[in-house]
């Protein structure tokens, strides 16, 4: 499911200025469309992401748990991956600034505040320069703090669980641990599934039925969004936090029918391509939405097309040019990660006609 998930998450990032918000109803169909994929849809990603990081964390339960091997190694597949791409983004940044390029299109350090420029660059208290990638800083957050959120749960799961979704939910609510909110719960939901050995396949069988509820409350929450947007009343807020986080489940159903297909068996098998989807594709979208800005077309729907057909193309043969032609680099800049989609102890684990392990 990460290449489903990751794919989704670039439509949250595709640039627009002002004068083409969606909530302007300049295209209308367009518009709302726009909006049930960005605002409503694909927000279900990170919560998914996070949950099945969570339950992987843990799929050997308490006693096979050793944090500060794994505190070593998520520092290299996650954290150091968020620094070199980050700062290779911010420093691209401050170079196009410098010479006159980029000023509206990037938020620029030259006038950020010390607390601000840290954000830009570590996620301190803000997004970070390149955006998506606060999910990384997020995530190694939430494994350094694995070991008291697996003890919480041993001992008063539902309290938990409880108090995280309450922060998630609650738009008024704040917790500067991490910049995402949701993120904290779906990991320790994932956590929970995992150490009370919940059966992940258990709603397969609702697939198409748990599928529909996702694509019809998208669909409302998305109308809801476009209607009372972009300044929306908190139970439209309230809403969209709640899907993004129960959203996952029918996400999760998703994964069951595409497994099936030959479609999903070749996503399954993508391996890094989507962490190097993920880490690039916001730089690249801001490149071409400073060329989309020389060009002097004033007809959005094309650049948002565009931009698609033009990226995945170009973040597949770049992923596949630098991993064939320097296999170091590319392992430094993807945690290691190899280009198949799950080892082949999980493969023997795992009966051949349904493998989890890969949505």
């Known amino acids: 499911m990460r290449i489903v998930l990751i794919s989704g998450i670039v439509f949250v990032h595709i640039p627009f200025d002002p004068a083409n918000t969606p909530f302007n109803g300049n295209y209308g169909f367009f518009d709302w469309l726009r909006v049930f994929l960005s605002e409503a849809l694909f927000r279900v990603g990170v919560p998914c992401l996070s949950a099945i990081s969570g339950y992987l964390l843990f799929r050997g339960g308490m006693e096979g748990f050793d944090y500060l091997k794994t505190v070593r190694t998520k520092a290299q597949t996650v954290f150091l991956p968020f620094l070199l791409w980050n700062t290779a983004f911010f420093i691209a940044v401050l170079a196009m600034l410098s010479i006159g390029i980029g000023d509206g299109y990037v938020i620029s350090p030259w006038t950020a505040s010390v ?10 208290e ?13 995530l190694f957050v939430c494994i350094l703090l694995s070991p ?27 917790l500067y641990i991490v910049i995402k909110r949701s993120i904290l719960f779906s990991f320790t939901f994932g956590i929970y599934a995992s150490l009370y050995k919940l059966d992940i396949k258990a709603l397969d069988r609702f697939a198409p039925l748990g599928v529909a509820a996702l694509f019809i409350a998208s669909a409302l929450l998305a109308t809801a969004i476009y209607t009372t947007g972009p300044l929306m009343p908190s139970w439209v807020e309230l809403s969209r936090n709640a899907l993004a986080i129960g959203g996952a489940a029918g996400f999760w159903m998703l994964s069951a029918l595409l497994i099936k297909t030959r479609l999903g068996q070749r996503l399954s098998k993508t391996g890094s391509l989507s962490f190097w989807i993920f ?9 071409l939405w400073m060329v989309w800005g020389k060009m002097g077309i004033d007809f959005y729907p094309l650049f948002f097309c565009g931009s698609l057909l033009v990226l995945f193309p170009v973040l597949a043969v770049s992923n596949n040019l630098v991993r064939n032609t320097a296999p170091r680099l590319y392992a430094v800049l993807t945690g290691g990660r190899s280009k198949k989609g799950s080892s082949p102890a999980s493969r023997r684990e795992i009966p051949a006609e349904f493998i989890p392990q890969q949505r």
């Open 148 to 174: 008291l959120l697996a003890w919480l749960i041993r001992r008063v799961p539902l309290l938990t669980l409880s108090a995280l979704l309450l922060l998630a939910l609650i738009p008024e609510l704040s």
């Open 126 to 138: 803000d997004f970070p320069a390149n955006i998506p990638l606060y999910f990384l800083r997020d």
């Open 115 to 124: 607390r601000g420029l840290l954000s830009q660059l570590f996620a301190l």
């Open 279 to 287: 880490c690039a594709h916001y730089p690249l979208l801001v490149f």
